[in-house]
């Protein structure tokens, strides 16, 4: 089949590449110049592990091309994908839909013969329908331009895996042809058994916003449980295996620790809860506030901490930052919790030096105030603390016995609860988790982190 992807960024690239994977041709165009020329050279604009592999398969088959305009895109395709971002409003809880009114405005004029528009943005319930009336209407094909709403659930650092096998696929649409015309683009996915959901367009919105919600109130929830496993004494990481036992419940996403950030979570719920005041329902998603809310505070609380752990004032102390990527497996620095909590530190006079794998570059665009090194070790260097902010697998191969030699003051903050703290105190460090249950290295009684500076 003829596809187009529109809006080539982390979403468009990856659902681009896979289309040619399974067997498409597929055209990619971006109103960004520059991130054309690069895929159109199999060159990956960011990091996202097998992506270049699938870049470099389908353009050298011949199946996957870049570049063009929107007209070039209508000529071309049968199925034309929308992969645009929607990020939140300056000044506002709420999506920005005009990039998909952009594409919409821009393509329709163009579509002469039937085809069907997929969005796989994630929109604020009630765009879909919008959009569909307003493709009819400037289409000179008339409602032979459909359209219909195809979320993606992919993961950064899982993003290939997440598209080509993924948990489900969720289409809503408003005809049987629509539904048989998707079908056929992922017949290779719905053969080896992934569920195809069938509903309408309002429903299709919905479950991508209400899964991401869902996902974030989760991490929340568990993070909320940590700030009681302090103040009584127990231990999180236990507690929440323990839960994650259950099925209903389920292990994943029940991590405690620095929290959600990143360019999905907190944007996606913060557009929920404006998208259902605007529909009445302000209450009933009041609680959405509250997740948001429980995870910033996350931050805020990890500084105090912080503070508090090297004697109540970061000023002139020099602290060392493991992970400054929104999570791991991602050069992704937006919303990125490490960062923040870099910046903050920066900001109350700590010398802060940040190491990550991937994301050093992009941080360093933003944050050039922060001071930067390409290994661990020397990002630890003379440090009177070491925190570890973004759970790279790199980061639990560290030796602590040889770390121990680089820093001024054996101390760990692990802030994502993945490190082996017994290892690392038997190497001599004060290792403290976030929600974890330590014994003070004096006394040998059960204390918890230290009060806030
Ligand atoms: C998310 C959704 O998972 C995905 O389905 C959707 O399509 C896009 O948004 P992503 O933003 O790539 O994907 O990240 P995800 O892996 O969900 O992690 C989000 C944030 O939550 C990260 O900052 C991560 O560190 C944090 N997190 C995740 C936790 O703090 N604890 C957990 O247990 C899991």
């Given amino acids: 089949m003829r596809i187009t992807v529109i809006g080539t960024g982390y979403l468009g690239a990856v659902h681009a590449a896979c289309m040619a994977e399974i067997g498409h041709d597929v055209l990619g165009i971006d109103t960004n110049s520059q991130r054309i020329s ?3 050279e199999g060159r990956v604009p960011f990091f996202e592990p097998q992506l270049g592999e699938l870049l470099a398969r389908g353009l050298n088959s011949g199946k996957l091309r870049f570049g063009g305009s929107l007209a070039d895109a209508a000529a071309f395709g049968q199925v034309h994908f929308i992969c645009v971002g929607t990020p939140q409003l300056p000044e506002s809880l709420a999506a920005d839909t005009s990039g998909i009114e952009a594409v919409i405005d821009g393509l329709a004029p163009h579509l002469t013969r039937n085809c069907l528009v997929a969005g796989k943005s994630t929109v ?6 919008r959009m569909a009336i307003r493709l009819a209407e400037l289409a000179p094909v008339g409602r032979g331009a459909e359209l219909a709403w195809n979320p993606e659930f992919l993961r950064e650092g899982y993003a290939v895996q997440d598209t080509l096998c993924s948990d489900r696929l969720v289409a809503g649409v408003t005809s049987a042809a629509a539904d048989e015309l998707l079908r056929s683009v992922y017949a290779p996915l719905l053969e080896a058994g992934i569920p195809f959901i069938s509903t309408d367009l309002s429903t299709a919105e919905l479950v991508k916003v209400s899964a991401n919600a869902f996902l974030a109130t989760k991490i929340s929830f568990i993070n909320a449980m940590a700030d009681l496993c302090e103040a009584a004494g127990a231990d999180v990481v236990t507690l929440a295996r323990a839960m994650g036992y259950d099925d209903r419940i389920g292990s994943r996403g029940l991590s405690a620790g620095l929290g959600f950030g990143g360019g999905c979570l907190p944007k996606d719920l913060r557009a929920l809860v404006a998208r259902g005041t605007d529909l009445g329902v ?9 997740i948001d809310t429980l995870n910033m505070a996350r931050r805020t609380r990890t500084v105090e901490l912080i503070s508090g752990i090297v004697g109540g004032s970061v000023q002139g102390h020099n602290v060392a930052v493991l992970g400054a990527a929104f999570k791991p497996h991602t050069d992704d620095i937006r919303d990125s919790p490490a960062l923040d909590v870099a910046v903050r530190l920066h900001r109350q006079g700590a010398h802060v030096r940040v190491h990550d794998p991937e994301a050093a570059e992009n941080a ?8 930067y090194a390409h290994a661990i070790y020397a990002a630890c260097e003379n440090a009177d603390i070491v925190l570890h902010l973004t759970d790279w697998p790199q980061y639990q191969e560290i030796d602590p016995a040889a770390l121990r030699s680089a820093v001024r003051q054996p101390r760990l903050l692990d802030a994502r609860n993945a490190l082996s703290l017994d290892r690392w105190r038997a190497d001599g460090w004060t290792a403290w988790g976030l929600g974890i249950r330590m014994a003070d290295p004096d006394t040998g009684t059960q204390v918890t982190v230290p009060a806030t500076a």
Avoid: I, M, N, Y
């Avoid at 302000?282 to 509250?290: A, N």
């Avoid at 665009?365 to 922060?370: D, I, N, S």
């Fill in 38 to 40: 690069a895929l159109a």
């Fill in 124 to 129: 604020p319930v009630g765009t879909a329908a």
């Fill in 282 to 290: 302000g209450d009933s998603l009041h609680f959405l506030q509250e």
């Fill in 364 to 371: 360093r665009k933003v944050f050039p105030e922060l001071d």
